[in-house]
């Protein structure tokens, strides 16, 4: 697969590219920088900023495996083992994504909107989704660059990864069909980002029942 049919089944087929994450290019540079820029694009329409967006094409989250206690990134064994984890995750999952993305440290995961839909309940629903996958909560604009598929990430220039699409099923998804994860409730939960993911970091959670009880049960909130 491809990164010209990703983008097409996005119904994005030319979206804002950026090089290093400040300088705009167009797709026709994207091969003379490949392996030696970091290469990223705004999957929804409008612009760069999140009040410019006017049509919002998919959800998406980010599932990265983070940096160890010395900031270093962790070697592709564990990050594999995490790959794996999410992966289960997103099997059993009732909506299945409409495409993954393998990252260096992750997944990066869309799920393509088949209709109009109002920032707010844009908003609504990629925050549930956030919450539910404990994903990168930094991750949430409706104009957040993510990484380019079918191109290498080179933050480290010894050691590039290809990103690649690890499944493409095309299937776009309605507001009604997210109506199962109980929005308001996973939306109310509002904690320091840091001290979110330390708890987080050893459990799993493969069903949006199962994360809301462990906060609101096993967590004291007053802490945060």
């Known amino acids: 697969m491809k990164r010209t049919d990703f983008l097409n089944a996005l119904g994005n087929a030319s979206p804002i590219c950026l090089s290093n994450h400040n300088k705009i290019i167009t797709l026709n540079d994207i091969e003379s920088l490949n392996g030696t820029h970091e290469l990223h694009y705004i999957p929804n329409l409008g612009g760069t900023k999140a009040d410019e967006i006017t049509q919002f094409k998919t959800f998406f989250i980010d599932l990265d495996s983070g940096r160890d206690k010395n900031g270093d990134y962790f070697p592709l064994s564990k990050v594999s083992e995490y790959k794996e984890q999410k992966q289960k995750q997103l099997e059993k999952f009732p909506i299945y994504p409409s495409a ?62 290809y990103c690649k699409i690890i499944s493409l099923h095309k299937r776009s998804y309605f507001k009604k069909d997210f109506d199962f994860l109980d929005i308001e409730k996973i939306s109310s939960i509002k904690l320091n980002p840091e001290k979110f993911k330390k708890i987080l970091t050893s459990k799993s959670f493969y069903n949006y029942q199962d994360l809301f009880d462990h906060i609101t049960k096993e967590v004291d909130l007053f802490q945060y």
Request: charged share 25%; proline share 6%.
């Open 100 to 161: 993954v993305i393998e990252t260096r440290n992750g997944l990066q995961v869309y799920w393509f909107i088949g209709e109009p839909i109002s920032r707010e309940n844009w908003q609504r629903i990629e925050n549930a989704l956030i919450a539910y996958f404990n994903a990168d909560i930094k991750v949430k604009s409706p104009a957040n660059q993510m990484r380019l598929p079918d191109t290498f990430w080179v933050k480290d220039k010894n050691n590039p990864f």
